[in-house]
C-alpha cells in the first residue's frame, strides 16, 4: 500500500482557485490509479476526479466537469487537483485516495488507501 498526504486546501472567495496536492510514500504511485472525493458536513463522500497510473486517463464528476484539471508527476509521487471558479457548495473535506489497479475508478470501494483531507472553504 502506498500512503498518502493531502495539503493544499484552506478558505477562498467564490470564484477563487486552488491547487490541492496529494503526496504518497511507500510504494512507487504509477502502479495506482489516483482519485480525490470530497465529503460536505451531512453529505456521503462523494467523487470528484480520477486519474490512471499513467496519467493517460481521466474523468471527473459532471457537477464540476469545466473546473477542475487533475494531473501527476509520478517521479515526485505527487497528484495535484486544480480547482477554478469555485462555489460555496464546493466547501467539503478533500481526500485523494489510490487503488491498487492503475485505471481510473469511481467507487470509494475501490480505493485501497486514503488520506487524511485537506479542509477546503468557499466564501461567498
Known amino acids: 500500500q502506498v500512503q498518502l498526504v493531502e495539503s493544499g486546501g484552506g478558505l477562498v472567495q467564490a470564484g477563487g482557485s486552488l491547487r490541492l496536492s496529494c503526496a504518497a510514500s511507500?510504494?512507487?504511485?504509477?502502479?495506482?490509479?489516483v482519485g480525490w472525493f470530497r465529503q460536505a458536513p451531512g453529505k456521503e463522500r462523494e467523487f470528484v476526479a480520477a486519474?490512471?497510473?499513467?496519467?493517460?486517463?481521466?474523468d471527473y464528476a459532471d457537477s464540476m466537469k469545466g473546473r477542475l484539471s487533475i494531473s501527476r508527476d509520478n517521479a515526485k509521487k505527487t497528484v495535484y487537483l486544480q480547482m477554478d471558479s469555485l462555489k460555496p457548495e464546493d466547501t467539503a473535506v478533500y481526500y485523494c485516495?489510490?487503488?491498487?489497479?492503475?485505471?481510473?475508478?469511481?467507487?470509494?470501494?475501490?480505493?485501497?488507501?486514503w488520506g487524511q483531507g485537506t479542509q477546503v472553504t468557499v466564501s461567498s
Open positions: 511507500g510504494r512507487t504511485l504509477r502502479f495506482y490509479g
Open positions: 485516495a489510490a487503488a491498487a489497479a492503475g485505471w481510473v475508478k469511481y467507487q470509494i470501494t475501490d480505493y485501497d488507501s
Open positions: 486519474i490512471s497510473g499513467s496519467g493517460g486517463t481521466t
